[in-house]
């Protein structure tokens, strides 16, 4: 008879299982070997960088290709399912599926949990509820395209957020790339003209994507300042729940498409990679290479966005879509590396590893 929850030795055994069976596992074992000191004599340089990148990076850019795609799942969902339907429906059935796991490791953490609850709630509505039911309703005004490249401040917004809400220190990068990120977010909503801007003002969907990105990086921050007591996946069990309740009434209310044939490649993706898969493979991904380099990987994620957009959906890729993606992933590679300090930090603040994006 089958344990209520894995054991750790029967999650090793079945992850070795896994690492020597498929051609996937294969690869990664053999990278690890190849990238042990005993073997460097026996393989060429070009070999053994090939050999780190695989054994190291593999898992944090399968996560961040995961999202990429789903904002391109948002986009293709149009017409299919309502934002709201679609927002509901995935994170309930990914609750479902994690309940046989996830609700006995809840349970046995409750006292940690119940006083935390308030914290966990807010979690759930800002970085699954806010965060996805937006993006899902920006697909229905914006290009996937934008709402990638929107994406792209993550990082520099959460920085900026830090400095505000933790007292972390002000930097010359911060402040220099935050204006270059701005003025590359400004160009592309503004289809290459800041005249266009201020004569039409921000689209819907790009400003619903805004706010999205805003309420994620409020998430990314509250994640680091409230060092809350659970373990990875009752804690996003405890997300997922609350996010649930959150988007229920707005699916009370919303039309519904209901599930097909049509509709149901986008929520199956939407439920089990995006929602499941992905924040794991990330967190694991986070531990083996660290908080510094995984912000390095996800600001990958207007680029393979951009890419499968014009390869998948045929949109142009436009002058200023380049221009200004250049633009802001030049002010997040300012704001990360140029550390020359303008105020200095109140109190240091750990980074915690999966604060970089883990739920999306």
């Known amino acids: 008879m089958w344990p209520r929850t ?40 070009s070999d053994r960088y090939i050999a780190y990148i695989m054994a190291n990076f593999i898992l944090p850019l399968t996560a961040v290709l995961i999202w990429s795609a789903n904002v391109i799942v948002n986009k293709l969902a149009v017409g299919h399912i309502f934002p709201a339907e ?35 709630a807010t979690l759930g509505v800002l970085g699954m509820a806010i965060y996805q039911g937006l993006a899902y309703s920006a697909a229905h005004y914006t290009s996937a395209t934008n709402m990638g490249i929107i994406l792209a401040l993550l990082p520099l917004t959460t920085l900026a957020l830090a400095v505000m809400l933790l007292g972390d220190a002000l930097t010359a990068g911060a ?16 289809h290459g003209s800041l005249l266009h801007l201020a ?12 706010a999205a990105m805003l309420a994620y990086a409020v998430y990314c921050v509250l994640l680091r300042k409230w060092h809350l007591p659970l373990a990875p996946l009752p804690s996003l069990y405890a997300q997922i729940m609350f996010a649930v309740v959150a988007l229920l009434p707005f699916y009370l ?12 490649p986008e929520l199956a993706f939407a439920t089990i990679p ?12 986070v531990a083996r290479i660290g908080p ?38 030049a002010g997040v590679a300012l704001g990360e590396n140029w550390h020359l300090p303008i105020r200095k930090a109140r ?9 970089l994006g883990s739920v999306r």
């Open 292 to 329: 510094r380099r995984a912000t390095v990987v996800i600001n990958l994620v207007p680029i393979f966005t951009a890419l499968i957009a014009a390869l998948g959906l045929g949109e142009h890729l436009a002058g200023y879509h380049l221009l200004g993606g250049a633009l802001i992933l």
């Open 175 to 190: 402040l220099a790339g935050g204006l270059l990120s701005i003025g590359g977010v400004l160009l592309v909503v503004g």
């Open 6 to 45: 894995p054991r750790p030795k029967y999650l090793i055994v079945c992850l070795k299982f896994a690492m020597r069976r498929t051609p996937l596992g294969r690869t990664i074992c053999l990278s690890s070997q190849v990238t042990r000191r005993s073997d460097f004599p026996t393989v060429s340089p």
């Open 86 to 120: 679609i927002a509901f429906l995935r994170w309930f059935a990914a609750g479902l599926l994690l309940t046989p796991l996830a609700l006995p490791a809840l349970w046995r953490a409750r006292r940690q949990f119940v006083p935390h609850m308030a914290q966990y």
């Open 347 to 355: 109190e240091p603040m750990p980074v915690v590893a999966d604060e």
């Open 274 to 285: 995006v929602s499941i898969a992905a924040p794991f493979i990330w967190m694991i991904g």
């Open 253 to 264: 209310i919303s039309e519904k498409a209901g599930v097909s044939m049509d509709n149901l």
């Open 199 to 210: 004569d039409q003002g921000i689209g819907v969907g790009d400003a619903m994507m805004v």
